[in-house]
């Protein structure tokens, strides 16, 4: 098993444009969801999705939009990207998002830099 | 809502102590704690349940006071390996939020 995925590894935008964070994992989990971390700020929940076909926000939804049409895949999407965007994002999955008991795994990031 | 970490920071000589506090507003269904090296994902130690036993990962123990809605990490006999970032999760809601995260440094 590969885990969780993500791709690009780093990205650097110009203010305004868009752009998506890929994340897939082949552990047929059902919940996944996207953090980024800043420095001192810890991780900070921006999305999740219990299911496919079911997304909810998180602390941080502003300015990031998500889709989970298939199990495997949950699509990270900038629409307008802005400097307060720079950050790195982890995707994470775990079996079930319900019970609260299920380990969660993290994909290796995307260090993305808005100039 | 981001459960809060104290200390922000510790530093230890190899085979000292510390321990890492994590509480929250929020009644808290479990804590969850990873282990952050720099550069890398976070990595999953343990899991604290309401109700449950005090769990261990090697010589990293944790305890869950559900009363004061706060769980506690203990770095037993610190080893070099030990050196990173800690991060509490609580769970609510289907969600799990993170602490801002305790930087330990372990030195020889």
């Known amino acids: 098993n590969a885990g969780v995925t993500q791709t690009p590894k780093f990205q650097v935008l110009k203010t305004g444009q868009s752009m998506t964070l890929q994340c897939a994992q082949d552990m047929n989990h059902e919940y996944m969801s996207w953090y980024r971390q800043d420095p001192g700020m810890g991780l900070r929940l921006i999305h999740y999705s219990v299911g496919a076909g079911i997304t909810d926000q998180g602390e941080v939804p502003n300015g990031y939009n998500v889709s989970r049409s298939t199990t495997e895949d949950f699509p990270l999407r900038l629409l307008s990207a802005a400097p307060s965007q720079t950050s790195v994002y982890f995707c994470?999955?775990?079996?079930?998002?319900?019970?609260?008991?299920?380990?969660?795994?993290f994909g290796p990031g995307t260090r993305l830099t808005v100039l | 809502q981001q459960p809060v970490q104290s200390p922000q920071a510790v530093i230890l000589r190899e085979g000292e102590d510390a321990v890492i506090n994590c509480s929250s507003s929020k009644a808290l269904y479990s804590v969850h704690w990873y282990r952050q090296k720099h550069g890398e994902a976070p990595v999953f130690l343990m899991i604290l349940l309401k109700g449950g036993e005090q769990m261990r990962h090697e010589k990293i123990s944790a305890s869950f006071n559900e009363k004061k809605q706060q769980s506690s990490l203990y770095l037993t006999a610190s080893q070099l390996s030990y050196s990173g970032t800690y991060f509490c999760?609580?769970?609510?809601?289907?969600?799990?939020?993170f602490g801002a995260g305790t930087t330990v440094t372990v030195r020889a």
């Open positions: 994470a999955s775990r079996p079930d998002g319900l019970a609260g008991t299920d380990t969660q795994y």
């Open positions: 999760g609580t769970y609510n809601d289907y969600k799990l939020s």
